[in-house]
């Protein structure tokens, strides 16, 4: 079955929406104009219930069956919120933001959402009830901790839940998906280094901090390749580097480090935030300085449950045929905060390809109109199939 033909007659008009939430951009929780476009289009279709403020800003539509909603119910979910990047693609429908842009297509995932939630709002072909949810603050906010721990999923009696996102570098149209880690869990630490700071010309009588900080970010290397299963995944990526020093003659007193970890596993995810601080602190301390590591724990491993990604398997498949779902996606070291929707309900995330360009996080990335009529049908068909199981 190709894509459905309602949402194809309306994916000129669904591509105008994501255009103008692209204009438009908000991040994190800021997100009132999308929101409230969101609500009042799912007022306007005759969703049976619309609440807003639901996470602090999201926005959550309440669509029941033909049997009056009696039965199972379904959440389908996409995210709202932009990224703090300036725009560099030149399109016309480019930010009016500056320093704010839809890096990451979350203007596609709503617009795509919206498309199926009209088109499910018209059919009613199913029993049970789908909830719609648009969700706040995915890029580093926690808005789907937020959502769950404002109680959504009680509330409405949610069963099961759904995600998406849109994947550049995968074929335009394709979907890919996996049992199991989907995406991983994402911490960050930072690493803060005491020595004893003076003249540049005089390291002797000094405990030079840069120094140290070289030495701690060459070896935490060494917890991957040394104290990981080869066959297993982590990655620790040091990414920023500061002294308080700017002076070309000045050994610094102090410097900081930042950095992420990204983890498949939470045994692995244990391991590494155990061996960090003891691996920093004894460097320091062979050089003589202090080290401290403030570790924190962000976003979940997004996991994929077994029956729940057969369901959307069979959905996609409907869409696009049997060859243009890849059922054994390898998994992705970013991370998602649907994570926290999978950890208090079954269900799965899968990936819509949106063929060549830009990735996503980069100013030269734009969402591609033309897989919407594949993620909007795809919605309703997994719907429908969810319901059904």
Known sequence: MP?????????????????????????????????????EKLREW???????????????????????????VVGLRADMDALPIEEATGKPWSSQTPGVMHACGHDGHTAMLLGAARSLCESRGFDG???VIFQPAEEGGGGGREMVQDGMMERWG???????????????????????????????????????????????????TTLVGAHIMTAVQSI????????????????TFHTDSTAHNVIPQKAEMKGTVRTLSTEVQDMIETRLPVLVSNIAAGF?????????RNYPVTANHDRETEIAIAAAKEIVGDAQVEPD??????????????????GAYIMLGAGEGAGVHHPAYDFNDEII??????????????LAS
């Not at 459905?4 to 009132?32: C, G, K, M, T, Y």
């Not at 219930?49 to 039965?71: D, H, P, Q, Y």
């Not at 020595?195 to 540049?200: E, M």
């Not at 070291?333 to 079954?346: H, I, Q, S, T």
């Open 3 to 39: 894509v459905l033909n309602s949402i194809a007659d309306a994916a000129a008009e669904i591509a105008e929406w994501r255009r103008d939430f692209h204009i438009h951009p908000e991040l994190q929780f800021e997100v009132h104009r999308t929101a409230g476009i969101v609500a």
């Open 329 to 346: 996606k390898d998994p992705v070291m970013g991370a998602e905060d649907f994570a926290f929707m999978l950890n208090a309900r079954p």
């Open 129 to 131: 009830t789908v909830l």
């Open 158 to 208: 949610v069963n099961e839940v759904y995600g998406l996102h849109n994947m550049p570098g995968i074929p335009a149209g394709t979907f890919a998906i996996r049992k199991g880690p989907m995406m991983a869990a994402a911490d960050h630490f930072e690493i803060e280094i005491q020595g004893l700071g003076g003249h540049a010309a005089k390291p002797h009588d000094c405990i030079d």
């Open 373 to 386: 009529p594949e993620g909007s049908s795809y919605w309703v068909k997994l719907a429908e199939k969810a």
């Open 46 to 72: 005759g969703c049976d219930e619309v609440v807003e403020g639901i996470g602090k800003t999201g926005v959550v539509g309440v669509i029941k069956g033909r049997n009056g909603g009696a039965g199972k």
């Open 224 to 239: 991957v390749s040394r104290n990981v299963d080869p066959v297993r995944n982590a990655v620790i990526s040091v990414t």
């Open 288 to 296: 003589g300085a202090r080290a401290q590591v403030h570790y924190h």
